[in-house]
């Protein structure tokens, strides 16, 4: 089959690096005094190797013909413009499948997985409207998760004419996902996704705090886990949810700025053992900042947050469960809630606690190694995961 549209490469103007050197050769560094342990946030010293190397070290053309390697989209949908990359099958009869990342992820976070999921499915992987490419999101500021399932069904059944498709997603897009398997089931083959949040998670009066105002546990271990859940994920939520356009006009400006927020999301949201380099390298880390910086679209990523809960999710059926597509799940160890130490206690946690009834779980599984970004970090449990959630699709 001749598939149905015009490749468009992804392409920086030499005027967008020029501009990005020469503000970096400007970066003016704050006084850092005894933060090398990065228990203040990002270390100065060690952004600013990053920043020297992003200047004078960092070939952006040479990541670029590698991301060009794969074929590129660009279409407009419900007057979205949207990117997306496409990975052809080697199966002569392949499940669509559209994989969706997360914040702050970008399309390429999905890279290390397109390959092997190949020999089953047709893969498109979309950057989120206002993340990176095609370009600045406009004409679309109430942007949020459950506006782009609708754009995310259009595509794949109307412009690209898939009668029925899977899906899949980390972080936001576990929650795309999710809204796919609840408002378009009967579309779907079944979904996969990295996270077992409900619909609901960004509704109320204090959706920003991620103990859901809770008081902290008695018991120490589960008290300190807790409060080292909220240091890792509080900080975001909150500016996001509640600051996130007046934080916009510095990282827009300043791409070591926006380098550092990225970064210590990127570092404490991974399982590094403490060297981020040892999941991204110089060059990952800059590849992904790259393609944030060149159009301009931090603001409108973060906008994601605030529109959740400005415009909160409203279901389209009461039926349980609430996601009716058949549902795989990957977890890890390292965002175990607390009170779960293993792989086998979060899968069994999961099975008996109150999101077992909220999904139509058909597989579930976790494991000891990887962080937020799992098919990043874990490209291969990701894959052997969600080929077994949509194993028994192969002959149908």
Known sequence: ??????????????????????????????????????????????????????RDGFDWRQAEAAINAHEHYEVTVAGVPIHFMRKPSRSPRPIPLILTHGWPWTFWHWSKVVEPLADDFEVIVPSLPGFGFPGPLTGFPDVNFWKVADLWHILMTETLGHQKYAAGGCDIGGIISSQLGHKYADSLHGIHIGSGLPLDFFTGDRAWDFARNRPLPDDPAARARTIELDHRWAPHLTVHMLDGATLAHGLSDSPAGLLAWLL???????????DVESVFTKDDLLTHATIFWANNSIATSMRYYANANRYPWTPSHDRMPVVQAPTGLTFVTYENPPGIHTAAERVQAFKSGPLASYFNHVNVNAHERGGHFIPWENPDAWVSDLRRTFSALRGS
């Open 264 to 274: 210590e999301r990127w570092n404490s949201w991974s399982d590094n053992g403490g």
């Open 1 to 54: 089959m001749i598939f149905p549209l015009e490749p468009t490469p992804i392409h920086v103007s030499d005027e967008v690096l020029d501009d990005l050197r020469a503000r970096l050769a400007l970066t003016r560094s704050p006084l850092d005094e005894g933060n090398e342990d990065w228990s203040y946030g990002v270390p100065a010293s060690y952004l600013r190797e990053l920043v020297d190397h992003w």
